[in-house]
């Protein structure tokens, strides 16, 4: 097999994908606008079980003082949709999904509500 075809695997903490950055720039601008009064990267982490957690990409407080979870993805793995799904039952803010359009389809973002 081709090194070529290995998958890179996940980043380190702390580090963002390219989809991850672009959505940080939006957030950015939305800031600017007034519409976030605040934005963090991976900046809380959800206890869902024993040794079980998820970190959500965004944290983001909307001018309102409304906290959002905001989890920015390409595509979706399985246990991903289902710690997204388990936190938005047992924690009370928003939890949304986030993945960028091709620009085929109008660009943009696509939003999913948990």
């Known amino acids: 097999m081709n090194r070529s075809t290995f998958a890179l695997g996940r980043l380190r903490t702390g580090q963002k994908n390219k989809t991850e950055d672009e959505y940080g720039q939006e957030l950015e601008l939305r800031k600017r ?27 983001v407080m909307l001018a ?3 906290l959002e979870a905001h989890e920015v993805k390409g595509f979706w793995e399985d246990d991903a949709r ?11 803010i928003r939890f949304i999904a986030i993945q960028k359009r091709p620009k085929r389809d109008g660009g943009g973002w696509k939003i999913e509500d948990f």
């Open 33 to 59: 606008a007034g519409e976030i009064a605040w934005y963090a990267f991976e900046a809380m982490k959800f206890r869902l079980a024993d040794k079980t957690f998820y970190t959500p990409d965004y944290i």
């Open 64 to 66: 309102d003082g409304t």
């Open 82 to 92: 289902v710690k997204i799904k388990v936190a938005a039952e047992m924690f009370p």
